[in-house]
């Protein structure tokens, strides 16, 4: 079986999906719940990184001596990798407000799981 | 070779940290996914996006979680 980079990033980013849907719906535990969401972002980033991907591409820097025709057809597409860039330091930041949220939660509660917290 | 590789690890690792009960162990695994599709960012020609991820996403995010098991509690009851 020979699959490609690229094919192999799509099977990695939809089972990391599959996995934090699981994590986030069926654990009962907060920060069980946080990591799945996580991983949500993890496998979303990943797609789109592979969508931009050429195969037997150049890395997209423009050197000295290149020809810009060449470097059109050859360089990977740059867009989502700079917008991927903005994407991963933004979902680090939420998950920071979301497990501050879980300690406020904990100092009023007593308890990090849910069905607990939700009284059932 | 090397892709089936870090895609196993990946999928493992994610598997690994949810199946932990020690909520400081499960903190740790998450470092691992993170480390591996940096490497795996780095295979489909964005160094730039692969340099960011391996300091957020194998640093930054286990010591977040760490901090918040500090500040709760560490046994999953």
Same mark, same amino acid.
């Given at each position: 079986?020979?699959?490609?980079?690229?094919?192999?990033?799509?099977?990695?980013?939809?089972?990391?999906?599959?996995?934090?849907?699981?994590?986030?719906?069926?654990?009962?535990?907060?920060?069980?719940?946080? /990591?799945?969401?996580?991983?949500?972002?993890?496998? %979303?980033? @990943?797609?789109? +990184?592979?969508?931009? =991907? &050429?195969?037997? *591409?150049?890395?997209?820097?423009?050197?000295?001596?290149?020809?810009?025709?060449?470097?059109?057809?050859?360089?990977?597409?740059?867009?989502?990798?700079?917008?991927?860039?903005?994407? /991963?330091?933004?979902?680090?930041?939420?998950?920071? %407000?979301? @497990?501050?949220? +879980?300690?406020?939660? =904990? &100092?009023?509660? *007593?308890?990090?799981?849910?069905?607990?917290?939700?009284?059932? | 070779?090397?892709?089936?590789?870090?895609?196993?690890?990946?999928?493992?690792?994610?598997?690994?940290?949810?199946?932990?009960?020690?909520?400081?162990?499960?903190?740790?695994?998450?470092?691992?996914?993170?480390?591996?599709?940096?490497?795996?960012?780095?295979?489909?020609?964005?160094?730039?996006?692969?340099?960011?991820?391996?300091?957020?996403?194998?640093?930054?995010?286990?010591?977040?979680?760490?901090?918040?098991?500090?500040?709760?509690?560490?046994?999953?009851?």
């Amino acid at each position: 079986m020979i699959i490609d980079v690229q094919l192999a990033s799509l099977f990695t980013a939809v089972a990391l999906i599959v996995i934090g849907i699981f994590a986030a719906v069926f654990l009962d535990n907060l920060i069980k719940k946080v /990591i799945g969401l996580a991983f949500i972002g993890d496998g %979303v980033n @990943l797609f789109l +990184i592979s969508m931009g =991907y &050429k195969a037997g *591409g150049i890395v997209y820097i423009y050197l000295p001596g290149m020809a810009a025709d060449w470097f059109a057809q050859n360089a990977a597409y740059p867009l989502p990798f700079a917008l991927v860039l903005t994407s /991963i330091v933004i979902g680090a930041s939420t998950m920071a %407000v979301m @497990l501050g949220i +879980i300690i406020v939660l =904990y &100092k009023k509660r *007593g308890s990090i799981s849910a069905s607990k917290i939700l009284g059932e | 070779m090397i892709v089936y590789i870090l895609m196993i690890v990946t999928i493992l690792g994610a598997v690994l940290a949810l199946m932990q009960r020690d909520l400081l162990k499960a903190a740790i695994l998450t470092g691992v996914p993170g480390a591996s599709i940096a490497f795996l960012y780095q295979y489909l020609l964005a160094p730039d996006v692969a340099l960011t991820q391996a300091i957020v996403g194998s640093a930054i995010i286990p010591v977040f979680f760490a901090l918040a098991v500090y500040k709760t509690r560490r046994v999953e009851e």
